[in-house]
């Protein structure tokens, strides 16, 4: 699957945008499911979004959906997150992570990237 790396995060106030990308320098994982996870400190870690292979299929946590929507670019090799409406409870390094199905459970996931920060503060 090639090893992914994220990119995009930073500090934001409430309310703001961020788009984080996730890129594979490897082998491309274009047939592979894609999915973005976050972890804040003395916190597990927590499924965000997914995508399908093709694109087609998007599963969504319910504390992100109708804020967040999870898309992919064949061409570039790459998977986005972009994220809207951002919250404080939104602060975590966010992770992406590549697997043969889509899936909401981090521990089906075999390849990670190394992590992005995101901070949502006043």
């Known amino acids: 699957q090639g090893q992914l790396v994220e990119s995009g995060g930073g500090l934001v106030q409430p309310g703001s945008s961020l788009r984080l990308s996730c890129a594979a320098s490897?082998?491309?994982?274009?047939?592979?499911?894609v999915g973005w996870f976050r972890q804040a400190p003395g916190k597990e870690r927590e499924f965000v979004s997914a995508i399908s292979y093709s694109g087609r299929g998007t599963v969504y946590a319910d504390s992100v959906k109708g804020r967040f929507t999870i898309s992919r670019d064949s061409a570039k090799n790459t998977v986005y997150l972009q994220m809207n409406s951002l919250k404080p409870e939104d602060t975590a390094v966010y992770y992406c992570?590549?697997?043969?199905?889509?899936?909401?459970?981090?521990?089906?996931?075999?390849?990670w990237g190394q992590g992005t920060q995101v901070t949502v503060s006043s």
């Open positions: 490897g082998r491309t994982f274009n047939n592979y499911a």
């Open positions: 992570a590549a697997n043969n199905y889509l899936s909401r459970n981090a521990v089906d996931y075999r390849d």
